[in-house]
């Protein structure tokens, strides 16, 4: 157990998408006047934690273990997977959730078995992606060499 906890590969992702959650909450709540706590378990938002965490690891991969290994090429290569997905495929579901919400609205007003709403807020725009994955790489940047 004493090696989990110090596993810097392990940690620091997970701290840093603990530090992305906690932002989206704060600029949710500053954004809309009120504080959601959902946030912290929400998917979408700013920052993309997604990109938070793969930027992390790669980066702290970096640092451990150095930027020759193989560890770190695939550590790269799952990032830009990731933060492709995060911004490409799940932000086109989100978009075609919304319309589907629409369709639903003006077909089956009032109808009971329509009143379920897709979730519309799943996917990142190209900033939010760039801002969790810069957030990520500064993150394990400051925890590796403060440590």
């Known amino acids: 157990m004493e090696s989990v906890l110090s596993n810097k590969v392990l940690l620091i992702p997970a701290g840093a998408w603990f530090v992305a959650q906690v ?4 600029i949710s709540s500053i954004r809309d006047g009120r504080l959601d706590l959902s ?15 793969v930027s992390s690891l790669a980066t702290t991969i970096a ?11 695939v550590a790269v ?7 492709y997905d995060a911004a ?8 075609q959730s919304a319309m589907l919400n629409r ?10 078995a329509f009143e379920e709403r897709l979730r519309e807020l799943i996917g990142h725009s190209y900033l939010q992606v760039i ?4 957030l990520g790489i500064i993150i394990a940047l400051l925890w590796t060499w403060a440590s």
């Open 77 to 83: 290569f799952f990032a830009i997977v990731v933060m």
């Open 131 to 134: 801002a969790g994955a810069t």
């Open 103 to 112: 369709i639903l609205d003006e077909l089956f007003k009032g109808s009971p």
């Open 88 to 95: 490409g495929v799940r932000q086109t579901v989100s978009s």
């Open 63 to 73: 640092v451990v273990d150095g930027m020759d290994t193989p560890l770190f090429a």
């Open 23 to 26: 932002l989206k909450v704060i």
């Open 39 to 53: 946030y912290m378990v929400s998917m979408g938002g700013m920052p993309s934690s997604h990109a938070t965490v």
